[in-house]
């Protein structure tokens, strides 16, 4: 049933069932339920030139999404697209073929300038200043991913000596709508990072019923007057290291 409001955003339907749903599209099921979704291209070529992982499968459409398997491991990987109506529909579509354990990493903006860059964080929830996720999950202001999850990702990281933080990101659909009243808001209220998919990602998993966990690494500062892209995307090493922390981190949630 749809509940009415002022703003079309808002009116939540909690009909479980669309007119078109992910079923609709997904292909047979794959023989894994583990997948590590990365932002990361440069690292997805390395570890192909490296023989490290293999094409699965390739989801056709006007815009095919490739999944990849690592060849010493029954964990699959794909490259995430950018925003959470792309990123966390191909996540929906993905769990109806099976998947039901996903880590997530990539790279954001720091509201924080003491936050190195490659600095880990591990998500505990995002602000929604988006779109898509209200259409899983009744309006709030926040959202949160499953606590047992992210106990079970930290304790892995603590276990391994592994540096991180933990906390809060800010999901945004305008990259070019981050004001300086924007992220000062959303300092205050507890967001270490902006980002463009948590929100909508955990939405998706909280409806589906599946777990999900996100690392994401300082990148670019915006927290100064002017911003600063910190050559955030040319950290190789920390990048290649952040997506076989997370093949071993899915294997645990």
């Known amino acids: 049933m749809i509940r ?6 808002l009116e939540f339907d909690n009909n479980r069932t669309a007119k078109i749903n992910p079923t609709t599209f997904s292909e047979k099921f794959f023989e894994t339920d583990k997948l590590v979704i990365t932002f990361f291209p440069e690292v997805m070529d390395k570890l192909a030139a490296e023989g490290r992982i293999i094409i699965e499968r390739t989801i056709g459409g006007e815009n095919p999404v490739l999944i990849y398997r690592f060849v010493d491991s029954n964990i699959l990987i794909t490259l995430g697209h950018v925003g959470c109506p792309a990123c966390g529909g191909n996540l929906d579509l993905f769990n109806s073929m099976g998947i039901t354990k996903v880590m997530f990493c990539g790279g954001g903006g720091v509201l924080d300038k003491n936050i190195e860059v490659g600095q880990i964080l591990v998500v505990e929830g995002a602000i ?8 899983y999950i009744e309006p709030s202001r926040y959202i949160y991913t499953n606590p047992i999850t992210t106990e079970k990702i930290t304790k892995y990281l603590e276990e391994n000596a592994i540096s991180y933080i933990r906390g809060l990101t800010w999901t945004t659909d305008a990259i070019f709508r981050e004001t300086g009243d924007r992220i000062a808001k959303r300092k205050e209220e507890g967001a270490k990072i902006v980002e463009m998919e948590q929100a909508g990602c955990i939405a998706v998993s909280q409806f589906r019923g599946f777990e999900y966990g996100a690392l994401i690494y300082g990148g670019d500062d915006c927290s100064q007057d002017e911003w600063s892209n910190r050559e955030w995307r040319s950290r190789e090493g920390i990048r290649y290291d952040l997506v076989m922390l997370c093949k071993r981190l899915v294997e645990i949630i």
Request: no cysteine; net charge negative.
């Open 128 to 135: 929604r200043d988006e779109g898509f996720s209200y259409h």
């Open 4 to 9: 009415e409001n002022e703003y079309p955003i």
